[in-house]
């Protein structure tokens, strides 16, 4: 039996990880049929401007912006890889919580597809990776993504592209 998930979560940050998580939920969503949901989300993390003395709103509303400009275009790239079901959503909290709990729960979500890291080793230490407490703590299948569409190492790219 064929494992068919039909409502697929992918976060995406900008990263080239989150990236690459992007192009192999599409293609995991085309493989599903036309039936599939692909839900894109990026979590504005709140507790980056606690620390912002000069905290206003329009800096909340340009992040905002910058944050759905990005969606559409993941979203029309979607659409135009054959996807029907895709739309996407900004978030604003803590991104473990949204994206482990949250969204799952309330878009009855069965496979989040993730990037591997958009931390560095340091980051990871002091605030904890979002793809661990995914991976551990979502209640649906968690899917990490650490190659490209043809399953080559996300690292060895990068490697290739500073040469």
């Known amino acids: 039996m064929l494992q068919r998930y039909k409502n697929i979560l992918v976060p995406v940050d900008g990263s080239h990880e989150s990236e690459l998580a992007f192009k192999k939920a599409v293609a995991v969503a085309k493989r599903n049929g036309k039936d599939t949901n692909l839900y894109l989300v990026h979590v504005v ?4 401007f606690q620390n912002i003395s000069s905290f206003d709103t329009a800096m909340v ?8 400009k990005t969606m559409d275009g993941y979203a029309e790239q979607a659409k135009a890889e054959g996807l029907v079901n895709v739309s996407y959503s900004v978030e604003y909290g803590a991104p473990k919580a949204v994206i482990a ?7 009855n979500i069965d496979l989040i597809m993730i990037g591997a890291t958009g931390l ?3 980051e990871r230490l002091l605030i904890g990776s979002v793809t661990e407490y995914v991976t551990r703590t979502a209640d649906c299948d968690v899917l990490v993504v650490r190659t490209d569409l043809e399953n080559n190492p996300a690292l060895k790219k990068d490697k290739k592209d500073k040469k």
Not at 45 to 48: C, G
Not at 101 to 107: F, T, W
């Open 45 to 48: 993390d709140t507790r980056a």
């Open 120 to 122: 560095n080793a340091v």
């Open 61 to 68: 509303e340009q992040v905002t912006e910058t944050a759905k």
């Open 101 to 107: 709990k949250d969204l799952p729960e309330e878009k």
